[in-house]
């Protein structure tokens, strides 16, 4: 079974670019999550999808943030534009299900670096 | 507002030895823990979880121990062996719910 699948696996922008990341969960997970990993720290959920739509939003910084997942399979997260401290690595994760106890598998992640 | 916290950056322990990783949590509304290890340039892979009903779950060298009097867990991982070098990270989720708060991690290194 194929995991889940990120790209690009490392990107390197100046301040106030654009970038995008992707991914690709796992066949018939409909549950979808991308977290922010700053370095020292642990993963922080950034949004949550069950299918094409969010789940919980709540911590993703929607002024400069932006993530979809039109067909409810692959998604991309967007920055636009990125600051210094959008520096990070950017997990993808997916589950079966939604719901309590559900394992989440994640990706290789992005590592992001804003100059 | 850190609600998981693993106060140990890194551990050292010799192969063959005992490895435990402690993590601490505040609220009283989780009820549901994991540990994940991650390796350099991978992303986390489940490890071992333990549900709140529960005091120990094992499985082979790893057993992890819930205090919720205490609000601490641990995971034990014996014996050690080099390959178990890695980060582990502890999370929590709360009753009814998927959302995972992770801590900050432990760096696991285990010397031959």
């Known amino acids: 079974e194929a995991g889940v699948a990120q790209s690009p696996r490392y990107k390197i922008i100046e301040k106030r670019q654009s970038v995008a990341f992707w991914c690709n969960p796992i066949?018939?997970?409909?549950?979808l999550y991308w977290y922010q990993q700053i370095l020292g720290q642990g993963p922080k959920l950034l949004i949550q999808?069950?299918?094409?739509?969010?789940?919980?939003d709540s911590q993703l910084p929607k002024d400069r943030f932006s993530a979809e997942r039109l067909k409810g399979v692959d998604s991309t997260l967007k920055i636009q534009p990125a600051k210094l401290e959008d520096s990070a690595v950017y997990l993808c994760?997916?589950?079966?299900?939604?719901?309590?106890?559900?394992?989440?598998?994640f990706g290789p992640g992005t590592r992001l670096t804003v100059l | 507002d850190q609600q998981v916290k693993q106060n140990s950056p890194s551990l050292s322990v010799q192969e063959g030895r005992i490895s435990i990783l402690n993590c601490d949590y505040t609220?009283?509304?989780?009820?549901?823990f994991l540990w994940y290890k991650k390796y350099p340039a991978e992303g986390p892979t489940f490890l071992i979880s333990i549900s709140s009903i529960k005091d120990k779950n094992e499985d082979g060298r790893f057993t992890v121990f819930l205090n919720k009097s205490a609000k601490h867990l641990s995971l034990h991982i014996v014996p050690s062996q080099p390959g178990d070098s890695a980060v582990y990270f502890c999370?929590?989720?709360?009753?009814?719910?998927?959302?995972?708060?992770f801590g900050t991690g432990t760096r696991l290194q285990v010397f031959p």
């Open positions: 609220n009283s509304m989780f009820d549901y």
């Open positions: 999370a929590a989720s709360a009753y009814n719910t998927d959302k995972l708060i």
């Open positions: 999808f069950q299918n094409n739509g969010v789940v919980d």
């Open positions: 066949s018939g997970h409909a549950t």
């Open positions: 994760a997916s589950s079966l299900v939604t719901g309590a106890n559900n394992e989440q598998f």
